[in-house]
């Protein structure tokens, strides 16, 4: 049905966006060869082009991603002016319209309104929806009129070209000629400008298709989102994108110390600077509980056909137990360590006995669940009355 609907629908080809974005890889590529072959390469051009590339793509994963759209933390107006220049040179539009997209992306994931419905295919939400303008007509931004608000955001969204062709292409042209004359700024432009502006955008639209398609889902099967650590080496940590799906307002998307995500490293930093505040973070307790949820729904699909309904009932109830245990466990936890910063000497070793006692239940659930899992993995005997 949603496709005779779709199929109805006037077939409109966004001819500014196909022209740039199917213009860009091929114009980078000739752009690189031709430098290359007329001035030589240095390595100016490639420190043109990884200063850009992370300051693009930074801008776009903590400062479109992670600070506007999400709110996942505050951040001061030099650092939000910052990433609304580089922002803008990732051409990928304004804040505003980015956001909107987002968030109705997080709202409707999966659906038809979700604008980079990936169960369209992975083409359709990579790229093709912002080659087809679906929705033509007045932009709709009434799901970021807290955004309107920040005259950070009006300002770019009102000048976005002009930022855009300035600090995307013309600004790494000028740093090359300070740094070595005509060749280097022709070589800044081609690296800094062309070829990183393909590498960003493609790194941004895997998080829409790739993260999709590939990878685990621990915390949640509720939606396509996946987790994949190879996608966040190439996309400032925004690879875990299960997490992310499910912890939208968490800054972090890689949530472990050793998960690959420069982006949390990034507003980490600016808060020690004092250019970024209000850190937000899910509690670990609700993390580790949805992981241990979702597990078992993974083993109770596969164990469901080799066990009876009567079975599975009692599997579940212990599956809640363990869950709950371990919920209250992870707040015992979290509750002490917060009490041990506060007391004194005196009444600092029964604290500390509380939270071993804590911690020997973390690890007493965890036993309990892993056991159940064997269990239902376990093909039951027939029974000979
Ligand atoms: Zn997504
Ligand atoms: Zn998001």
Redesign the pocket.
């Known amino acids: 049905m949603e496709d005779i609907e779709r199929a109805a629908k006037p077939f409109n080809i966004n001819w500014l966006n196909t022209a740039f974005l199917l213009g860009t890889p091929p114009l980078a590529l000739v752009g690189a060869i031709w430098h290359g072959l007329t001035y030589g390469i240095t390595w100016v051009e490639g420190m043109i082009f990884f200063v850009w590339y992370f300051a693009c793509g930074l801008s776009i994963t903590v400062g479109y991603h992670r600070l506007f759209t999400h709110r996942s933390h505050d951040a001061r107006a030099p650092l939000r002016l910052a990433y609304a220049v580089f922002g803008a040179g990732s051409f990928q539009n304004s804040i505003l319209e980015w956001s909107s997209d987002h968030r109705r ?2 709202k409707e ?1 999966d659906h038809e309104a979700d604008p ?1 419905n ?1 169960s369209r295919g992975f083409w359709w939400s990579h790229f093709l929806w912002i080659l087809m303008d679906e929705h033509v007509g007045e932009p709709d931004y009434t799901n970021v009129r807290d955004l309107q608000k920040d005259w950070v955001v009006r300002f770019q969204h009102r000048f976005i070209f002009s930022i855009g062709f300035l600090s995307g292409m013309v600004a790494p042209a000028l740093l090359g000629f300070a740094l070595g004359g005509v060749g280097t700024a022709i070589g800044g432009f081609v690296w800094g400008g062309l070829v990183r502006t393909v590498f960003v955008h493609h790194g941004t639209f895997l ?2 298709s790739a ?2 398609v590939w990878g685990k889902q621990p915390y949640a099967t509720t939606n396509s ?1 996946k987790d994949s650590s190879w996608l966040a080496f190439f996309t400032f940590g925004e690879g875990y ?1 299960n997490f ?2 499910t912890y939208p307002a968490d800054y972090r998307n890689g949530h472990r110390w050793w998960q690959w995500d420069p982006s949390k490293w990034l507003i980490q930093a600016a808060s020690l600077v004092r250019l970024s505040d209000n850190l937000k973070r899910a509690p670990k307790w609700s993390i580790e509980t949805a992981r241990m949820e979702t597990s078992f729904q993974r083993a109770a699909s596969d164990a469901a056909t080799e066990h009876g309904e009567e079975q599975m009932n009692v599997f579940q109830a212990r599956s809640k137990a363990c869950c709950d245990g371990l919920r209250s466990a992870l707040r015992q936890i979290d509750a002490k360590r917060q009490q041990l910063k506060q007391v004194g000497r005196d009444k600092r070793d029964q604290l500390v006995n509380q939270l071993k006692q804590a911690k020997m239940s973390v690890k007493q659930v965890r036993g309990d669940f892993q056991l159940l899992l064997a269990e239902m993995s376990l093909t039951p005997r027939p029974s000979h009355s």
């Open positions: 992306h997080h994931v980079y990936a998080i829409n993260a999709h989102s994108h992310h799906h």
